[in-house]
């Protein structure tokens, strides 16, 4: 069916907005969308985070403003499907409408840096970590807020964020080439698949099988939706993949090139660099003296 529609209910007598520090055992796993837009700061879980086409590893601390329509899912690492009641996934959710706050509330003068920031969420925003880390004890709190105290706090967060350094994911046509499409293949269940291979050697003729689909039908319905080519994806996940592997292990660059689908680790470098404009050797490096020298947020 494409990116699986979720009709969200985030308003009510009582409240303007859906609020929630969840515990669970895996994130929600379907490419999905919603009018709704969507704040979701990741207190402890990792693995794989798609946002339109764009596909990277997130880890604890990720901060996302997905805006409405935009399809995303954030994919739990394999181990937290292994059901060990010691390792869960935790969150905060928070998911409002756009006129929450009123209809014309962010053409205020004053708002002017938030209705930046919405707009820009239709492409996904990443807020930098370090900024992340400043106001996740506001994320946590405004969960225990309820009332007035609670859309006061929702507002200052947007207004912080909207004065921060942040980074957008998608690209900018995604949202409308996806709606372009008229096809309802499960592209959810095509990137499921992919991430879940990524290790083997795919075939375009093995994809389009499990489709249900031709490939030359596929290519072209993979394309419109996607706006990249299965081989440009599925390069993605495996880079974005081999990132974490760089950060959370001490394999051999060769090692990690194997283990995610590459048998010439001259070829992953060759990857790596076109994906990361940068090898993975100095990624390595880069990631790892950030995560040294940046202190710790109280």
Known sequence: MGPKFLNKHTKSAEQSFYCKLAEVPHTYDQFHYHKEYELLYVLENNGTRFMGDSILPFSNDDLVLVGPNLPHYWQSEPKYYENNPLLSAKLVLIQFETDFAGKDFFDLPEMKNVKKLLHAAHRGVKVKIKFAKKIKEKMIGITEKTGWNQMISLLDLLCNIGESDYELLASEGFSQSYYKSNNEEKISNIYNYLVQNHHRN???AEVAEHANMNASAFCRYFKSVTNKTL??????????????KLIDTELSIAEIGYLCGYQNV???NRQ???????NPTAYRMKHLSKMYREP???
């Open 202 to 204: 795919l075939t375009l």
């Open 231 to 244: 081989s440009e994806s599925l390069n993605d996940i495996r880079i974005g993949i081999a990132c974490r």
């Open 266 to 268: 001259s070829y992953f």
């Open 272 to 278: 790596f660099k076109i994906v990361k404009n940068i």
């Open 296 to 298: 710790e947020v109280v």
